[in-house]
């Protein structure tokens, strides 16, 4: 029988015993993480097109209560999820990031957060805040 197990010939180009290195942060062996094929690993980057850098602030009624939206922090690079956390320690009131660039308030603060974007983020002047005054999301 001989080398000859199950079918299974040794190749005459490979060297063995065989060492596979594997990847310390995943543990995937480092010749697969070097494939380019598609799939959830992959991820696109995104073309930044030349986009109007505009908040846009509006009150949107909901029943009896009222809350407040905030749209286009995402222009200037501002992380939503802790701009969305320092809006509901600030105001003490609930707020939550709801869409791609959408931060929603809970209760009619427009007024302050117009006055507050500019003074906690400096790169953002008040020509560029717009009152959206009150209509439905």
Known sequence: MGDDLLGVTPLPSVEYPITVSYCGNCSMPIEKKRQKRGGKGMVKAKKKEDVQKKITVFVAPRGKKRLTVVVGLKTFDIDLKSAAKHF?????????????DEIVIQGDIKDDLIDHIPEKWTEIDDDSIEDGGEHKR
Do not use: L
């Not at 509901?88 to 709801?98: D, L, P």
């Open 88 to 100: 509901g320690t600030k105001f003490a009131c609930g707020s939550s990031v709801t869409g791609d």
